[in-house]
């Protein structure tokens, strides 16, 4: 079994996706899904927004790292 095999072989396939929304569509019901999915969206957004935020935190404290200040130089 090549390891492509095993990365996939926990995913759900078409039949099992199927059963999680018809679950999730009763539990919740149509009208409250927009709502989910709106805010669903908009923490994924947040959490992006925040990696983005630590990414250029530490670019910048690389750089200022990388490069020595003139006072340090003489």
Known sequence: M???NLVFAGMPGGWEVALIALVILLIFGAKRLPGLA???GQGIREFKGAVDGVKDELKDVQESVDTPNEDEES
């Open 38 to 40: 709106r805010g669903l």
């Open 2 to 4: 090549s390891y492509n």
